[in-house]
């Protein structure tokens, strides 16, 4: 279940705001510039399907946003519990940074955390199957996908190269939940 905690930025002990309602997590997501939706097919994506099937899955939704954004490429990421470098890819994104390029994810299958640092709050974002989130370049947040994950996602791109961490050098983030799954 898609999850919205907000926080202060000086007191991670006191979640101020709280919603599970995605269109009241979209409302709220709005107002600060984040894009958050919700996406389905009516395809049935078989256990283990390639790329080019998730891809034809949403492909719709896809190439509306990208025509509507400006986005030239996409692909698909898929992590599981086995996956030997999960530990090195969990631990990279866990400070606070920011990219010089939107970050764009649609999960599958399976969730993630995102904190965003806007202003003086930090809002934790839950994302599972079917969230969209837009992060638009040059906004602080860290990503966790947990100890053991498991997820499917499709991300979109302006400039794949463009999409590498710039870390702030706050360890903001590390006053801040942590998945555990």
């Known amino acids: 279940m898609s999850d919205l905690k907000v ?9 101020i705001e709280h919603y599970t309602d995605k269109n009241d997590i979209a409302q709220r997501m709005k107002k600060v510039g984040i894009r958050y939706e919700q996406w389905e097919t009516s395809e049935a994506i078989p256990a283990g399907a390639d790329s080019e099937t998730v891809i034809q899955a949403y492909k719709k939704d896809i190439y509306d946003l990208m025509a509507e954004e400006g986005y030239k490429t996409v692909d698909v990421i898929s992590l599981t519990a086995d996956h030997p470098q999960k530990d090195e890819l969990r631990k990279k994104f866990l400070d606070e940074h920011i990219h010089s390029e939107d ?11 995102f904190s965003l640092h ?15 989130i837009g992060v638009p370049d040059g906004t602080r947040h860290w990503f966790d996908m947990g ?13 794949p190269e463009g999409w590498v961490a710039n870390y702030t050098g706050n360890a903001i983030a590390m006053q801040y939940s942590r998945l555990e799954n």
């Open 7 to 15: 926080f202060k930025d000086d007191n991670a002990g006191e979640c």
């Open 103 to 113: 970050e764009v994810r649609f999960f599958v299958k399976g969730q993630g955390l």
């Open 118 to 132: 806007i202003g003086n709050e930090v809002f934790e974002i839950l994302c599972t199957q079917g969230d969209l």
């Open 147 to 159: 100890p053991n994950p498991e997820f499917t996602a499709i991300r979109l791109f302006n400039n």
